[in-house]
């Protein structure tokens, strides 16, 4: 730019400082900050807010706190959005007293919080656990006529998690009386909760409530539910609802495929976690490092010993977990690899009786050349000193 005879101005830093935060790239941005500052031009308050935005993401507030020094040192005036974000991060990092202590600086420099500022101090107060204070914030904010969807979202969400579901069954039912309206994410939280409770017959109650009043489930939502049926025992509910998703326009995600497996292997339904595993790869999905995670417990949990086709589904589960697995690109491949060390000692029992598993664990690590000397599956099995037999008459091939 120099050399076309234009200079750079706090405006083009200030660009290129916010793009290098967003990339995470904190030390370029500092960097720059610097020789922005040698050359004579002085930074503003948008320049502050895109370093400490940068900063606090990286959860590294006590650098974002002497940032905010530093402003009152060049009698640069923090905005609103300056002390949100600080806020908000402290909130999250759990450190609500020293929000509170920002909250206070914040009003005593005239500036006056907005509704972002006040749901991010309430979510640090129900992430806490402190529902006394979040309640008293809420209960101002109503007052005050700035609560919005966010606001009864994260009380809600806060009354869940602290199993106070009477809470917000009642905080549910005010808000329907009042202008704002629930969305998606607030009937989503809810029925979770519900859920949690142990109480299906509600949350099927709210998920029909919801579909009556125009707010269109997402994934999220399904999933939810799935959930819920899953861990009642209400597989058939479970199944009929996942085919009415696939039939749907709503795009079924791997996290709705391992809810079914992982509830299919809990209760022993061998074959309906096989034909989900395989209608995975037919809707164009690859299974994740928690879809093999569930299929390797169930080897672990429910051994080969019992019923033939048991054996049968057993063994064609870990052949496809091999054949793909060798597939995955490196990431995938190397966090299967930590998952079978994981369950080492659960499954060596197996091994022992099968030497096709061994067999398969061998093959499963076998591309991989990212593990450090010792610490793959093989290393460690060859460390215990046990022997096995190599041959196999099952007829599987891998």
Not at 245 to 254: A, F, T, W, Y
Not at 259 to 269: S, V
């Amino acid at each position: 730019m120099g050399e076309r005879g234009c200079e750079p101005d706090v405006v083009t830093y200030n660009a290129i400082m916010d793009a290098l935060c967003k990339d995470k790239l904190i030390i370029e941005a500092l960097n720059l900050f610097s020789q922005m500052r040698n050359r004579g031009i002085s930074p503003c308050v948008i320049t502050y807010n895109c370093l400490i935005q940068g900063i606090c993401n990286l959860g590294k507030w006590n650098q974002a706190l002497a940032l905010l020094k530093e402003m009152a040192g060049q009698n640069i005036s923090p905005s609103i959005f300056t002390f949100t974000i600080l806020i908000d991060t402290l909130c999250k990092e759990g450190l609500v007293s020293k929000a509170q202590e920002i909250m206070k600086i914040m009003i005593q420099q005239g500036v006056k919080p907005d509704v972002v500022t006040y749901n991010s101090l309430m979510d640090g107060f129900c992430l806490c656990n402190q529902m006394d204070e979040a309640t008293k914030l809420f209960d101002q904010m109503v007052s005050g006529g700035i609560a919005d969807v966010r606001s009864y979202n994260i009380l809600i969400n806060g009354y869940c998690k602290s199993r106070k579901i009477d809470e917000a069954t009642k905080l549910f039912d005010e808000m329907l009386k009042t202008s704002v309206v629930p969305n998606t994410v607030t009937y989503t939280t809810f029925i979770k909760g519900l859920w949690e409770a142990r109480r299906p017959g509600n949350a099927l109650e709210v998920f029909k409530s919801m579909c009556s009043c125009g707010q269109q489930p997402n994934i999220i939502t399904f999933s939810t539910i799935l959930n819920g049926l899953c861990k009642q025992g209400y597989l058939d509910e479970a199944l009929t609802l996942f085919k009415a998703m696939e039939k749907s326009r709503l795009k079924v995600n791997c996290v709705s495929y391992n809810i079914l497996i992982n509830g299919m292997c809990r209760a022993g339904r061998l074959t309906d976690a096989k034909e989900l595993f395989s209608r995975l790869f037919e809707k164009g999905l690859q299974p994740d490092v928690y879809t093999y995670s569930i299929i390797i417990k169930d080897f672990a949990m429910k051994g080969f010993s019992g019923i033939k086709i048991y054996q049968r589904q057993h063994y064609l589960l870990m052949k496809w977990l091999i054949k793909d697995s060798l597939q995955m690109p490196p990431p995938l491949n190397w966090a299967c690899e930590h998952i079978v060390l994981l369950h080492y000692r659960d499954i060596m029992s197996l091994v022992k009786e099968f030497s096709i598993l061994f067999c398969g664990l061998l093959a499963l690590c076998a591309g991989s050349s990212c593990s450090a000397p010792g610490t793959s599956p093989c290393s460690t099995i060859q460390d215990q000193g046990t022997a096995f037999d190599f041959t196999s008459d099952d007829g599987i091939n891998f």
